[in-house]
């Protein structure tokens, strides 16, 4: 019997040490991440190749932008049943252009925003009106962490940090984490796809001078499409600690076309119908 036993553990202890052999032979799925560079390096290697994943120089040549779709907002996460159509009109920082939005909503178009010079304004035919302060500060604080400020601005500034953070998932997707941190420690985390490099999350924190707390501002990029050579998200959500806020369905879209200077000017009022 003992004999008996000592053959069994003999086997026994065999087995798992051939198991333990194969299982070595199966190559990781984690990724491998290029050897001899450091984090900061190899987070400027995957910013740069999210750049060129957008479109690389054709990207920064965008002069304009519009698009058709529609927008929802949500309360607790949970859809508050109001879906908004909309054209947006953007203006990109280049060519000496300053950057601007106009939003045209309803399907009469007769409710208008216009975004420029660091103000907000609701334009009718009746006139202009501010927008509120706390609205105007939401909109030009995501526009300065936007993934468009980051490129432009961000990674050229004095003092930045780029740092790689390994891999996260995003909806089910394996992403590289890479953080743009400012000289005065403002940061930035993007979520890269790690098979198209195109992002797939943004999110950045910020204080609540209410509260006196952080919080956290996410958005997320699904359905690429390319237009015009430029890969373009037609899915765009946003969260707010956590909760879903807002999201876009973009059904068209057209870039470089030429756009007119006085859509952009909020005394220039809309005709009476």
């Known amino acids: 019997m003992n004999l008996f036993l000592a053959l069994l553990l003999a086997l026994g202890f065999t087995g798992s040490t051939r198991l333990w052999a194969q299982a070595n032979t199966i190559p990781s799925a984690a990724p491998v991440e290029p050897k001899g560079l450091t984090q900061e390096q190899l987070g400027k290697k995957l910013l740069d190749e999210m750049i060129e994943a957008l479109g690389g120089e054709a990207w920064f ?12 907002a949500f309360f607790q996460g949970r859809p508050n049943g109001i879906v908004i159509q909309y054209i947006g009109y953007r203006r990109f920082p280049v060519a000496g252009q300053t950057e601007a939005e106009r939003l045209v909503f309803g399907k009469k178009h007769d409710v208008v925003q216009v975004w420029t010079d660091g103000s907000g304004y609701e334009v009718t035919y009746k006139g202009r009106n501010t927008l509120p302060k706390d609205q105007v500060e939401d909109y030009y604080r995501r526009q300065d962490h936007s993934v468009e400020s980051v490129i432009r601005n961000w990674i050229k500034a004095p003092g930045v940090m780029i740092i790689s953070e390994g891999s996260t998932m995003v909806e089910r997707r394996v992403a590289d984490k890479v953080t743009v941190l400012s000289a005065n420690n403002d940061a930035v985390t993007l979520d890269l796809d790690a098979t198209s490099h195109l992002p797939l999350r943004r999110t950045f924190k910020w204080r609540n001078n209410t509260y006196k707390d952080l919080d956290e501002e996410a958005e997320t990029y699904d359905d690429y499409h390319t237009v015009q050579g ?13 909760e879903m806020v807002n999201q876009r369905f973009i059904t068209k879209v057209a870039y470089d076309q030429a756009l007119p200077a006085d859509l952009f000017n909020p005394d220039n009022l809309l005709k009476k119908k």
Do not use: C, F, W
């Not at 040549?61 to 929802?72: G, H, I, L, P, Y």
């Open 230 to 242: 430029l890969p373009t998200p037609y899915n765009i959500t946003r969260y707010h600690n956590g």
């Open 61 to 72: 040549s965008r002069k304009d932008m519009q698009v058709e779709a529609r927008t929802a």
